[in-house]
């Protein structure tokens, strides 16, 4: 059937893709591999989900099926999650059905049969537009949509695995630090932090505004006094909080690319002519040393 294919491994980005289906007026349908993100998703609003089944455990070994599945449906559009299993899955779709595909937009529209896409380059220094036209696929990032409710039919389509590469092992990547992605608040701190103790006021600060505690990437890479998962930036978290709040941090085009989604930027730093003030919604120019501790304080006793 003639509509927009929606597929993410991360089931909140899938939702949120749904509702972006919706708001164009065309029928959606989800496409996902288990029987419980089939029932999550069903309660999100699509025409159908679409359960697929095969042989194989591997999820990419599906991709030249699925390009023949949604074009024997008539598909008009196929949009991904920007995961990493979700970006290669929207790469081999688009390499198997011969057609255009857009990666990581900031922005999408689709009108009339037309694609209408932003995505940022050089770390958010550029903002390329992109229109495609006929079946073309997009990956979407986290955080774009607001996420709709409504029942869904499932239904069950079993498909051919190319089964030329096999599951061998899982070894389960061990994580140190925390979801950066989904937090309301984040205090960050970056390289104008003399000492890896010194994070301590910033874990204090972080604990009274309910917050979770982030970092350049200089602090995980060079430093090492965080783990990689902190670490804000282009290659890094991309966050989109209600309050980012910085420690030290100069603002470098990576950076602020990474944090351009916030609803409220706040930075603390000595150096009044620190790029990240040119972004900032709230700016301190003054010794943290001395402006963190009386903010705890005051926050505190609140």
């Known amino acids: 059937m003639a509509g927009i294919y929606v597929f993410s491994d991360k089931l909140d980005i899938a939702a949120e893709i749904i509702s972006f289906a919706k708001q164009t007026g065309k029928e959606v349908f989800a496409l996902t591999f288990t029987e419980e993100a089939a029932a999550e998703l069903a309660q999100h609003g699509s025409n159908k989900v679409y359960l697929l089944k095969g042989v194989s455990p591997i999820v990419e070994n599906y991709s030249k099926s699925i390009a023949e599945f949604i074009t024997k449906e008539g598909a008009e559009l196929f949009v991904v999650g920007a995961t990493a299993r979700g970006r290669d899955i929207a790469a081999r779709v688009a390499g198997y059905l011969d057609c255009g595909m857009v990666s990581d937009v900031s922005s999408l ?3 009339d049969g037309i694609l209408v896409c932003e995505r940022m380059l050089y770390g958010g ?20 949509f607001e996420v709709c409710e409504g029942k869904s039919e499932i239904v069950t389509v079993n498909l051919e695995a190319d089964t030329r590469v ?5 070894t389960p990547i061990i994580k140190g630090g925390v979801e950066l992605n989904g937090a309301d608040k984040i205090v960050c701190v970056g390289l104008g932090l003399d000492k890896e103790e010194d994070l301590q006021m910033a874990r204090e600060l972080a604990t009274v505004l309910d917050a979770e505690l982030g970092c350049s990437r200089g602090i995980a890479e060079e430093r090492q006094w965080l783990p990689v ?5 282009i290659s890094g978290a991309v966050i989109q909080p209600q309050l980012y709040l910085s420690m030290g941090v100069s603002g470098q085009i990576q950076h602020m690319f990474g944090i351009r989604d916030s609803k409220i930027i706040v930075a603390i730093d000595s150096n009044e002519k620190a790029p990240i003030f040119r972004s900032a919604d709230y700016g301190i120019v003054g010794d943290m040393y001395e402006i963190i501790p009386l903010l705890t304080e005051t926050l505190r006793n609140m």
């Not at 998962?229 to 930036?233: A, H, K, P, S, T």
């Open 166 to 170: 096999s599951l061998v092992a899982r």
């Open 109 to 111: 529209s689709y009108t």
């Open 229 to 233: 998962e902190q670490y804000i930036g």
């Open 125 to 144: 220094a550029v903002v390329q537009s992109e229109v495609l036209t006929g079946l073309s696929v997009v990956t979407v990032p986290a955080g774009k």
